[in-house]
């Protein structure tokens, strides 16, 4: 992921892996060609296993911050199939940083928009460089708020001590309490036992909160 164009009303943040489709669909064609023009139908195998390698990685996110309109537009790529939508400035409360457990350990991270009610992840995968992720946060969150001082941003800077906090929400939401206790540990650098009580704690505050909504 990165930013691929910034003016004063304009930010376009790009995450794509279409890169390497490409590169696994070339080998594949030169295997094809090379089956073919030998005569050898053998090697039509890894063609088609090159081909499937490359499947997964044709994703692409283009997410273009409109300071003039005060909307963001984003359009996603996913394999075969793309789909697109806007937001409105005024319903982002802040840029989050989500976080996974890398398969040989340590964390991976991927940026999300925040709202009130979800997140909306700006990339399908997520890599390491928690400098380089933090960085990126800060400068399209400054873009954004810094455009844009609504009455739902003040609230929202009221309500929720920042941007990590609305993340932890957001992984709650979305079932992945370990991943929220680790972000924490990470970023703030506590140790187990106090990000379990200050995730628990937020996980409380959240059942709560939705116990009493239908009584509202």
């Not at 075969?80 to 350990?105: C, M, N, V, Y």
């Not at 925040?114 to 960085?135: F, K, N, Q, V």
Request: aromatic residues 10%.
């Amino acid at each position: 992921m990165k930013i691929t164009r910034q003016t004063e009303t304009e930010l376009v943040v790009v995450d794509s892996c279409l890169w390497l489709a490409g590169f696994f669909f070339l080998v594949s064609l030169i295997f094809v060609y090379a089956a073919l023009s030998h005569a050898q139908p053998r090697l039509f195998v890894p063609a088609g296993v090159m081909f499937l390698f490359g499947v997964p990685w044709l994703r692409r996110s283009t997410f273009t911050f409109d300071a003039a309109q005060r909307i963001v537009r984003y359009r996603v790529l996913r394999y075969w199939k793309t789909s697109a939508g806007a937001l409105p400035f005024a319903d982002i409360s802040g840029i989050g940083s989500e976080t996974s457990s890398a398969p040989r350990g340590g964390t991976i991270y991927r940026l999300a928009i925040l709202t009130r009610e979800r997140s909306i992840p700006m990339s399908d995968a997520y890599s390491g460089g928690r400098t380089y992720h933090e960085d990126l946060r800060l400068r399209i969150q400054k873009f954004v708020m810094g455009e844009v001082v609504s009455a739902a941003a003040k609230e929202a800077a009221i309500t929720a001590p920042g941007a990590r906090e609305a993340t932890v929400r957001s992984l709650l939401s979305q079932g992945r309490k370990i991943d929220a206790i680790q972000m924490l540990r990470n970023d703030e650098d506590l140790d187990l036992t106090e990000a379990t009580q200050r995730v628990d704690a937020m996980e409380k505050g959240m059942a709560t909160k939705s116990a009493a909504s239908p009584q509202s």
